[in-house]
């Protein structure tokens, strides 16, 4: 289970920026599609909706996110490495 997080998307509907912990995070690489590492799977997985990415505060720390849409539409969770 992870953490409820607020997300802002940019105009391609990709994660711009994240609020964990009342911290705001700069998305600052490629995020990819969880869905995008599945691949290898030859049946469609309803219900995966996701991204991976590198976040940075505005102290330069950075974390790894995996986000993923639970719930109704619009609210994510994320599991959050340093």
């Known amino acids: 289970m992870g953490e409820p997080v607020a997300v802002d998307f940019n105009g391609e509907g990709v994660p711009a920026r994240v609020v964990y912990r009342e911290t705001e995070y700069e998305v600052i690489d490629m ?3 969880l869905e995008d590492e599945l691949f290898f799977v030859t049946h469609p997985l309803d219900g ?3 991204w991976r990415f590198i976040g940075r505060d ?3 720390e950075t974390r790894n996110f995996a986000l993923r849409e639970c719930g109704s539409a619009g609210q ?3 599991r ?3």
Do not use: K, N, Y
Request: glycine share 14%.
């Open 31 to 33: 995020p990819t599609r």
């Open 48 to 50: 995966i909706h996701g």
């Open 58 to 60: 505005p102290t330069g």
């Open 76 to 78: 994510w969770e994320a």
């Open 80 to 82: 959050v490495r340093d």
